[in-house]
């Protein structure tokens, strides 16, 4: 088949989940013989084309005007429908894709991510997409309602989980396949399509992630990472509490530890945060070479929806992993003291991280463990079988 895939924006360099995330799924249709057409929004006038090219057969591209986008986000809140959507809106793209269309005639459309399936509601082929919403965002939204703060800014942020809502209902009734990472997002979203259907759009493939060839030899019995895109409110939430409220208490214990924030894009909150304990090093051309001599990674998120791949991409390097619980859920694999260490708690986090920098034997069993079970349940290959049939359709 050939594939059209559609982006909001430009996905290299892989420096975030999402754009992980696209790019495997077009690493696994690509094996299986198909042929793919990439129609992407870019936030650069100048995007790496050529490296685009060595994954997709064919690459279109047109910058987004942020000005603009952020015109139509205000005029999308007013009509009522998502400001996301509207962010993502563009006359200029549009035309592109068209033209790509009617230029390349697709098989088959896969909208990645919510905020672009309105295109193909303009092409009128949504009997051939699957919408790639990844994560529940109106699940997502509710949790993050108490840590936006006051004002204007959490105004729209309610405003926005209503319409997203909304829109999330819509999309479900209107495309043959939705796709989700995690169970418990499906769940979710199927409960709250009023009445419950009997037999829904929504599919859960979750994500994979590559392992290290080998666990790494030895490592530095002081350092802790956090592994994430520093874009997401998420992440952020979860490093500023970790700072604030978990690492004093580890260093009243470890006075030599350093916490390195791993991550694309930290915005100036996180900037703030660098000291002689707080190291945040934006996006890195070899992750795995800088996380790998971790003694641990920490994902205290307190809002989230689906995967994390932060959980899965730390395992994968041999690094034990203290988690919350709310993160754990999606992995139905992980077993707290098992294979990972489970806790909400500053206490609890401060006391399990030093427990696995103080016992190498505990460390070593939990990383063996955990690297073992993202070896044998989360390749890439296996998760994403059968992506591209949508049910009841020739294709």
């Known amino acids: 088949m050939k594939i059209c895939i559609l982006t909001p924006r430009f996905p290299f360099p892989e420096n975030g989940g999402d754009v992980l995330r696209i790019n495997n799924i077009a690493r696994y249709l690509k094996a299986k013989g198909h042929s793919l057409v990439l129609v992407s929004l870019s936030d650069t006038a100048h995007p790496d084309v050529a490296e685009a090219e060595t994954l997709y057969d064919r690459v279109f591209v047109t910058p987004r005007n942020h000005l603009l986008s952020l015109i139509h986000g205000m005029l999308f809140m007013l009509c009522g429908r998502p400001i996301q959507c509207g962010y ?28 672009m399936s309105p295109y193909l509601e303009q092409l009128h082929v949504e009997a051939h997409s699957i919408v790639e919403m990844t994560d529940a965002l109106s699940k997502t939204y509710v949790m993050s309602a108490n840590a936006k703060g006051g004002g204007v800014k959490k105004w729209v942020y309610n405003v926005e989980r209503h319409l997203i809502k909304k829109y999330e209902q819509h999309v479900i009734r209107t495309f043959p396949k939705v796709v989700l990472v995690s169970q418990a997002d499906v769940d979710f979203l199927n409960q709250s399509i009023k009445p419950c259907p009997s037999v829904s759009n929504l599919q859960m493939y979750t994500n994979g992630v590559h392992c290290m060839d080998q666990l790494p030899d030895a490592y530095d019995e002081n350092k802790i990472c956090f592994v994430g895109n520093m874009r997401t409110l998420q992440n952020q939430d979860a490093v500023l509490y970790f700072v604030k409220d978990v690492l004093p208490l580890i260093k009243k214990e470890k006075p030599d530890v350093k916490f390195y924030v791993v ?10 945060l660098v000291s002689n304990d707080v190291v945040v090093t934006g996006f890195v051309d070899d992750l795995e070479a800088t996380i790998s001599d971790s003694c641990l990674a920490v994902a205290p998120v307190r809002v989230a929806a689906g995967i994390q791949n932060k959980v899965l991409v730390a395992m994968g390097c041999g690094l034990p992993v203290v988690m ?16 990972c260490l489970i806790c909400d708690e500053a206490e609890s986090i401060a006391r399990r991280c030093l427990q696995l920098m103080n016992d190498a034997a505990i460390r070593s069993t939990i990383s063996r463990k955990g690297y073992e079970m993202v070896r044998q349940n989360y390749s890439w290959e296996e998760k994403l079988q059968g992506y591209e049939l949508i049910p009841h359709d020739s294709l």
């Open 88 to 115: 993502y809106h563009s006359s200029a793209y549009r035309k592109l894709l068209k033209d790509v269309v009617e230029q390349e005639q697709p098989d088959l459309f896969i909208s990645h991510l919510l905020r």
């Open 263 to 272: 991550g694309a894009e930290p915005p100036q909150n996180i900037q703030a």
């Open 324 to 339: 919350s619980s709310l993160i754990s859920q999606a992995i139905p694999e992980l077993h707290d003291g098992e294979n």
